[in-house]
């Protein structure tokens, strides 16, 4: 064999390398950080969580307002190509004489790159923010803030929506859901440091990882049931049990997530799970965990 040919075949081989250790890197590692921590002090969630006197939520409404469709793997690192469903939801926690939000979806609009969109959910959700007496978003993302974005009465609703420090002073991760410049400047934002008691039953915890303003929020409702809601820390159930995160194409390159925080709060919960078996875990965007708490009445199907 010439020269030539043998240096071609050596370059081809080294690209091919290369090649498969950034595919790996990319689509199939979920490695974790070498160093770091993060934890949840659930016992004091729960002091928090009856720090607020009032009665406690009663029952938790959800709206599906629309779907993604997403290929396996950009859900799970390594799962392959298969398509998967991702539902958008919100929820209304309705307590006896007052109603909250959590998550607010996306409208039409903005949802033009969903493969389905659930107006009538959507104007029931819209109607429903009208009477709410308190609105949370789990992180500033378009399919968790975009309702609110886009919602006729914003400017009213501000009275209500509880925006914290962090999602006001990220509106770049909101994109085409950003909130206009005068309504984030004037929003009073929720400072806090972990945990945030901000009705009775209802805390929020502090998660920044796939957005600066990430946090989770911990409801237990009268009856002593209890939901940890995970914003888009998990988009399912599969990444904490797993403890594995979204492929890295997407969590860098689409996302600009902080993949190593991320991982840290996977492994929490998936320590949380395990000794907690009764806590329900409510992933951002799982639709077989949706479908099990609408069967199980875990959710009610539809605002109130
Ligand atoms: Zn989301």
Same mark, same amino acid.
């Given at each position: 064999?010439?020269? =030539?040919?043998?240096?071609?075949?050596?370059?081809?081989?080294?690209?091919?390398?290369? @090649?498969?250790? *950034?595919?790996?890197? $990319?689509?199939?590692?979920?490695?974790?950080?070498?160093?770091?921590?993060?934890?949840?002090?659930?016992?004091? %969630?729960?002091?928090?969580?009856?720090?607020?006197?009032?009665?406690?939520?009663?029952?938790?409404?959800?709206?599906? %307002?629309?779907?993604?469709?997403?290929?396996?793997?950009?859900?799970?690192?390594?799962?392959?190509?298969?398509?998967?469903?991702?539902?958008?939801?919100?929820?209304?926690?309705?307590?006896?004489?007052?109603?909250?939000?959590?998550?607010? *979806? !996306?409208?039409?609009?903005?949802?033009?790159?969903?493969?389905?969109?659930?107006?009538?959910?959507?104007?029931?959700?819209?109607?429903?923010?009208?009477?709410?007496? $308190?609105?949370?978003?789990?992180?500033?993302?378009?399919?968790?803030?975009?309702?609110?974005?886009?919602?006729?009465? $914003? +400017?009213?609703?501000?009275?209500?929506?509880?925006?914290?420090?962090?999602?006001?002073?990220? #509106?770049?991760?909101?994109?085409?859901? +950003?909130?206009?410049?005068?309504?984030?400047?004037?929003?009073?934002? !929720? %400072?806090?440091? +972990?945990?945030?008691?901000?009705?009775?039953?209802?805390? !929020?915890? /502090?998660? #920044?990882?796939?957005?600066?303003?990430?946090?989770?929020?911990?409801?237990?409702?009268?009856?002593?049931?209890?939901?940890?809601?995970?914003?888009?820390?998990? =988009?399912? !159930?599969?990444?904490?049990?797993?403890?594995?995160?979204?492929? +890295?194409?997407?969590?860098?390159?689409?996302?600009?997530?902080?993949?190593?925080?991320?991982? $840290?709060?996977? *492994?929490?919960?998936?320590?949380?799970?395990?000794?907690? #078996?009764?806590?329900?875990?409510?992933?951002?965007?799982?639709?077989?965990?949706?479908?099990?708490?609408?069967?199980? @009445?875990?959710?009610?199907? /539809?605002? /109130?």
């Amino acid at each position: 064999m010439g020269k =030539w040919p043998q240096r071609i075949l050596i370059t081809l081989g080294v690209l091919a390398v290369i @090649g498969g250790a *950034a595919y790996y890197w $990319l689509i199939v590692d979920s490695s974790g950080p070498s160093g770091g921590s993060y934890s949840i002090d659930m016992a004091e %969630v729960r002091r928090l969580a009856d720090s607020i006197p009032g009665d406690k939520v009663q029952e938790i409404h959800v709206e599906h %307002v629309a779907s993604f469709t997403f290929p396996a793997t950009a859900i799970v690192a390594g799962d392959g190509w298969d398509t998967k469903d991702v539902p958008v939801q919100s929820y209304q926690l309705v307590f006896p004489d007052h109603t909250a939000i959590i998550d607010t *979806a !996306l409208d039409k609009e903005l949802g033009k790159d969903t493969t389905a969109f659930y107006s009538d959910a959507y104007d029931r959700m819209i109607a429903a923010m009208d009477t709410a007496s $308190l609105i949370v978003i789990t992180h500033e993302h378009l399919d968790h803030i975009g309702g609110l974005a886009h919602d006729p009465h $914003l +400017r009213q609703l501000m009275n209500v929506v509880k925006l914290t420090k962090e999602q006001i002073a990220s #509106p770049e991760y909101m994109t085409s859901a +950003r909130l206009p410049d005068d309504v984030l400047a004037s929003a009073k934002p !929720l %400072v806090y440091d +972990r945990y945030l008691a901000i009705a009775p039953g209802v805390v !929020l915890i /502090k998660a #920044p990882g796939h957005t600066p303003g990430s946090q989770m929020v911990f409801v237990q409702r009268a009856d002593g049931t209890e939901y940890l809601f995970l914003g888009d820390v998990a =988009w399912t !159930l599969r990444n904490v049990e797993l403890v594995r995160e979204r492929a +890295r194409l997407v969590t860098r390159f689409f996302l600009n997530e902080d993949h190593d925080a991320v991982m $840290l709060e996977l *492994a929490e919960l998936h320590r949380i799970h395990e000794a907690e #078996p009764n806590l329900h875990i409510i992933p951002g965007h799982d639709a077989s965990v949706l479908a099990d708490a609408l069967k199980t @009445g875990l959710f009610i199907d /539809k605002f /109130k």
